[in-house]
C-alpha cells in the first residue's frame, strides 16, 4: 500500500509533509561537500574511533554543542564532521533528498488503526525484512520533541510504544507519566540507504536542532563513553556475525537473554549457550548471518534446549510461539509472559490453565494459534 492511499483512509492521523516546512527552525541550508565515501584501508581504525580508543569521539560532542550554540545553518560539512567517527560522509544532494522524505506523522498513538499503519509501513519486530528509520516524539502540551533513529525501526518502536525501556533521560519519564496519548509520534522510514545509515545523518540533522530538547546527547549513535556502545554477537571463534546494535537493551529485548547472563558472558568473555561470544569489539573479516530477528530468535529456542537438555523445564519456562489469523508471529521465552501480554495487551481473560488446552492442537484462541513444540 502506497503512503498516498495510506493517507487518503486514515486523513485524521496521517499526512505527508515536507520536512522544509516542518524544520523551518532547524535553519535547513545545506553546503556542498564533496568529499566521497572513505577507502576501505581506514575502516579498522574507523572501528577503533567507534569504540573510543582513539580518535574526535569528544570532538565529535564538542563540535555539535558548538554549533547548537552557534545558531548557524546546519550544513553537510558540520554533518560529515561530526559523523567522521563512523566513517560517513555526504554531499550536499544526499542532505536535501534525506530530509525531503516522506514521514508519518500519528497523532493518537493507543488506537488499534494507528497500530496497524505502523505496522504496515515498517513492520514489526519479527519481520524478515527490517525497515531503518528515524521516529520524532512530541508532547504535544509544551511541543518538547525528542529524535531517535534505528536500523530496525520496528523493533525499537516496539520497545518505546510497550514501556520496555529502562526509564532514564528525558524522554521515557515522561512518556510513562503521560500516557501515550498525550504524544505524536513522526515516522520517517527509509528505504534507500545510500550504502550507509542514512538513519544516523538524518538523526544527526534534527540533533543540531535546539527545539529537540528531549534530547540528552547531541550526537548520532551516541558514541564516546555514553549508553550506546557497538555490541556483537559472533560464533565461537567470530567468522561469523549474527547480531549486532549499538544498545544493549536490543539484545534483552529483542533475543529474550537476561540482562544478568548477557553482562555475565560479555564480561567473562565465556560463551552464551556454549556456542555465540558477545564483544565489543568489531571482526572486520566476519560474515554477516543473513537471518531475521524471528528466525534467530528460534534459533536460540533451539539452542536453549539442547544447552538446557539436562535441566528440567516446566510448562511456564517453555517458550510459547502466538500466530495471529494473518500468519503474523510473536515468540514469547515463557507461557507466563504471553498470559501476561494477552491480558495486558489484548484484553483478554488469559490463563495458565485454558492456553495449556490450546498450545499444539492447532485450534484457535480468540483469533490465535500457541505452540510450544517448534
Known amino acids: 500500500m502506497s503512503f498516498t492511499l495510506l493517507f487518503i483512509k486514515n486523513p485524521i492521523y496521517f499526512k505527508l509533509t515536507n520536512i522544509s516546512k516542518f524544520s523551518s527552525n532547524c535553519n535547513n541550508l545545506v553546503a556542498n561537500s564533496s568529499e566521497g565515501l572513505r577507502s576501505d584501508e581506514q575502516k579498522e581504525d574507523t572501528w577503533k574511533i567507534i569504540l573510543g580508543r582513539k580518535g574526535t569521539n569528544n570532538y565529535a560532542h564538542k563540535l555539535a ?58 513492520g514489526t519486530r519479527s519481520s524478515k525484512i527490517q525497515i531503518p528509520g ?13 529524535v531517535g533513529s534505528s536500523n530496525q525501526l520496528a523493533g525499537r518502536l516496539y520497545g518505546y510504544l510497550n514501556f520496555k525501556y529502562k526509564t532514564m533521560g ?48 547531541r550526537v548520532a549513535n551516541n558514541p564516546s563513553g555514553s549508553n ?30 537476561s540482562h544478568f547472563t548477557f553482562t555475565k558472558h560479555l564480561n567473562k568473555g565465556t560463551y552464551y549457550l556454549g556456542k555465540y561470544l558477545f564483544s565489543r569489539s568489531p571482526e572486520l573479516n566476519a560474515k554477516v ?39 503474523n508471529t510473536k515468540l514469547f521465552p515463557s507461557l507466563g509472559k504471553c498470559i501476561v501480554y494477552l491480558k495486558k495487551n489484548k484484553g483478554l481473560p488469559a490463563s495458565q490453565t485454558t492456553l495449556i488446552k490450546y498450545i499444539d492442537t492447532g485450534k484457535t484462541y480468540h483469533g490465535y494459534i500457541f505452540k510450544c513444540n517448534f
Open 65 to 122: 554543542n558548538e554549533h547548537i550554540n552557534s545558531k548557524l545553518p546546519v550544513t553537510a560539512k558540520i554533518i560529515n564532521d561530526i559523523l567522521s567517527y563512523c566513517n560517513i560522509s555526504i554531499s550536499d544532494d544526499i542532505l536535501k533528498n534525506l530530509i525531503n522524505s516522506p514521514r508519518i506523522i500519528i497523532n493518537d498513538l493507543q488506537t488499534d488503526e494507528s497500530k496497524k499503519i505502523i505496522k504496515d509501513n515498517v
Open 134 to 146: 528515524v521516529y520524532i516524539f512530541t508532547y504535544k502540551k509544551t511541543g518538547e520533541k525528542y
Open 170 to 217: 528525558k524522554l521515557l519519564p515522561l512518556l510513562n507519566k503521560k500516557n501515550l496519548s498525550n504524544f505524536t509520534l513522526e515516522l520517517i522510514p527509509l528505504y534507500n540507504n545510500y550504502n550507509f545509515r542514512s538513519e544516523i545523518v538524518l538523526e544527526q540533522y534534527y540533533l543540531l536542532c535546539p527545539s529537540f530538547n528531549l534530547n540528552t546527547v
Open 228 to 257: 550506546a556502545k557497538p555490541l556483537f554477537m559472533y560464533n565461537r571463534d567470530k567468522t561469523v556475525l549474527y547480531y549486532s546494535s549499538t544498545q544493549q537493551k536490543d539484545f534483552i529485548t529483542n533475543l529474550s537473554i
Open 289 to 327: 548471518k543473513d537471518i531475521s530477528i524471528l528466525d534467530l530468535q528460534l534459533q536460540l529456542v533451539n539452542d536453549r534446549k539442547i544447552f538446557n537438555i539436562n535441566k528440567p523445564l516446566s510448562s511456564l519456562s517453555k517458550p510459547v510461539l502466538m500466530i495471529d489469523v494473518d500468519n
